[in-house]
């Protein structure tokens, strides 16, 4: 109610304000850029007016006697009179080019043919050096670092902007084309003139607002735009979106423009070379700010005056409208006490007969009734919270144990496709195994006596054909373990070491590796010879393969109980590069290899296994001195 009485005041008002100021800019907006477009027309007309008299000039200079006369004259005297004519007209450039030429500018080419013309063209510096050093060294000006301009890698513009003109010279004898050009680049006289002719007025110009510029391609080279107090912002660029504007899609702009130092209303016109090309810009424009701080200063007066009305008959309408908005605010705040969680808040408005007093009253009804069914909701939604969890733990039980059956199908597949390989293998294995076995029963009886010169050799065969049988029922044992069952016996741990060194002796000498041994007094262990030594040339071959070409591996065996139970420690470890941290709960799993051409993977998981049946462990770390370190230990035999 107090916004419907107040609105005509606090909120039509100001948007009817707020329009008409907003038209009010608009169209004062509207006449600024008016003014700006006439003043560009009126620096076009001056520039079109300096460009109309270079040619007249010129043709005046073709057509007159003196001309005539001096073209017969020496080259000395025509040199000297040119030199005079082109300081008399105010000209930079001033040649005769004799007919029967051609020419790339089209402004001579048409002079040539009979028709002169006038236009705008940029000369490189050796151009200008060949006139004159004097006019490459005006046209050069450095680069000065601009905000909002197109990046560059340019540091120098040294090209001059010329009104290049040329008339016909059709004299008895001579044929030809008198050309002239007046260089722009720090042409202060020609801008400031311009400067002068468009901000006559105090309104736009006065006090350096007015400026006005050429641009060659988008580089200030003749300004009064000022980059300091007293320095001219020769050098500078136009941003960015100026260019892309006036030089790439050739439009003029009228909009405001941040100008060097400041926001300017301006102008940009671009400039044509005789051959069509947008080569450059001519600007004028004046200072924002006297006009924006008009603006403001406006928008304060009206919104000042608004304000002392607002404040003059605000405390009149709030008086009045206390009575009828003081139990609306109390039940404003009570719906802020409920929206916060307090669920009790109430009214306590006395339930009177009129509008607002029922609607207070019914409010302190329906409060009622939403805490009766919040205590209700909690109470469910406990109890669903309670069902919720426990069927979580549940799903989180029968998730836990499908991984680990999953995980043993896993396993069990890789063991099974592991026997079938072996059963071939071993197949394959035996066969010659048995060929060799009984030729060599059948050498040793058909030579008799005779072969005991090399009867060590025989046995040394002998002794490797049953280690082959051996190594390939332990890889049958390995793969299916429920086919195979045996008794533990003793071993004494150092023996077999010496063994396994004298085996793999041929690999050490090829490797160039070199073995130390620490064997201390160990007890004897409750594992089979065989099972060990199948166990220590594997560790010892990795050793090897980890190094490849050269190090060492160092052997240490020593008594170590653990748990209160006595056994035996045999470490291996060689100074290979190790293993990964990453890839170390990995290294006794079946197929694990970091030899993916030479090995199967299975050498550690096969040892892994003969250690745990013989109630041993096997462990794998990288030591901080480098390489890698297995560890066997094996509990003491119980006849030791």
Known sequence: MLFLALAPLVVLTPLLLLFGMTRWTADYDKVLIANVESDLRIAEQYLARIMTTTGEDLSGVADSVGFAEVLNASEDAFAAYLDDTRRTLGLDILYYLPGGQSSDWPVIDSALKGKPATAIDLFDAETLAAFSPDLAARARIELIPTRAAVPTDRTVEDRGMVVHAATPVRLPGHDGALVGGILLNRNLQFIDTINALVYLNAVTGGDRQGTATLFLDDVRVSTNVRLFEDVRALGTRVSAVVRRQVLDAQETWLDRAFVVNDWYISGYLPLHDSFGEAVGMLYVGFLEAPFTHAKRTAFAIMLGAFAAVV??????????????????????????????????????????????????????????????????????????????????????????????????????????????????????????????????????????????????????????????????????????????????????????????????????????????????????????????????????????????????????????????????????????????????????????????????????????????????????????????????????????
């Open 311 to 640: 404040l003059l008959s605000a405390p009149l309408f709030l008086w009045l409208a206390k009575g009828v908005f003081a139990p609306l605010e109390q039940m404003t705040r009570t719906m802020r006490r409920v929206q916060d969680g307090d669920l009790s808040a109430r009214n306590a408005v006395p339930r009177s007969g009129d509008e607002i007093g029922q609607v207070a009253g019914h409010l302190d009804d329906l409060l009622d009734q939403v805490q009766e069914r919040d205590t209700q909701l909690r109470a469910w939604a406990s109890e669903l919270n309670q069902r919720v969890e426990d069927r979580t733990a549940e799903l989180r039980e029968a998730n836990a144990k499908l991984e680990d059956t999953w995980r043993q199908l896993v396993m069990s597949e890789k063991l099974a496709s592991i026997g079938e390989i072996t059963a071939g293998v071993a197949h394959e294995i035996n066969n010659p195994v048995a060929v060799i076995q009984g030729n060599l029963d059948v050498l040793r009886e058909t030579l008799g006596d005779a072969a005991q010169p090399v009867q060590t050799e025989i046995d040394l065969i002998d002794g490797q054909v049953g280690r082959i049988n051996a190594i390939v029922g332990k890889l049958l044992q390995f793969a299916r373990p429920d086919d195979f069952s045996g008794t533990e016996r003793a071993v004494d741990l150092a023996p077999v070491v010496r063994d396994c060194l004298v085996l793999v002796e041929h690999v050490l000498t090829r490797a160039d590796i070199r073995v130390e041994t620490e064997l201390d007094e160990a007890p004897r262990v409750a594992i089979g010879g065989g099972e060990m030594q199948q166990v220590v040339i594997n560790l010892v071959v990795n050793a090897v393969h980890a190094m490849e070409h050269s190090g060492t591996i160092f052997l240490t065996l020593n008594a170590e109980p653990r748990d209160g139970r006595p056994g035996a420690a045999l470490r291996v470890r060689d100074t290979g590069p190790g293993v990964p941290d990453k890839l170390l709960d990995t290294v006794f799993d079946p197929f694990f290899t970091t030899k993916q051409a030479e090995g199967t993977g299975l050498g550690l998981s096969i040892s892994q296994t003969l250690i745990q049946r013989a109630g041993g462990r096997i462990s794998y770390r990288n030591p901080p001195e480098g390489g890698a370190e297995f560890l066997v230990w094996l509990p003491a035999a119980e006849d030791t």
